[in-house]
């Protein structure tokens, strides 16, 4: 069963988990390497150097950590400032669900 809250502090519809772990951007078949600040089984806030726009489409690659396999999502652009971007995942899988949640969502991590 996914872990959503029924609307978090901030109105969000899902919590987020404070998390930083490397990630690569892929847009126009451009790789951008970032890292995320947090994570929900909605989306990311990302920090990655080169600009994008609102409502881009990409690929959010959370890369391995430790045996863990990367993960492959397709993202929209929601908001950005320059660098930390706003991204909410367009749809999950029922695998890609299970992996983000056991993976970057479990136990140990903080939540806000």
């Known amino acids: 069963m996914a872990r959503r809250s ?5 109105g969000r ?15 126009n078949d451009h790789e951008r390497p970032g890292f995320t600040k947090d994570i929900g089984e ?5 920090f990655v150097s080169q600009p994008l726009q609102v409502g881009d489409k990409l690929v959010l690659r959370l890369d391995k ?8 999502i ?27 949640n056991e993976l970057y969502l479990g136990p140990h991590i903080e939540s806000h």
């Open 74 to 100: 397709m993202a929209a652009v929601r908001h950005s400032n320059g660098v930390e971007h706003g991204l909410e995942f367009t749809p999950l899988t029922a695998e890609q669900r299970r992996l983000v």
């Open 13 to 27: 519809r899902y919590r987020r988990h404070r998390l930083s772990v490397p990630i690569t951007l892929i847009l």
């Open 42 to 46: 909605g989306g990311t806030l990302a």
């Open 65 to 72: 950590i430790g045996n863990a396999p990367s993960i492959s």
């Open 6 to 10: 029924a609307r978090a502090v901030d």
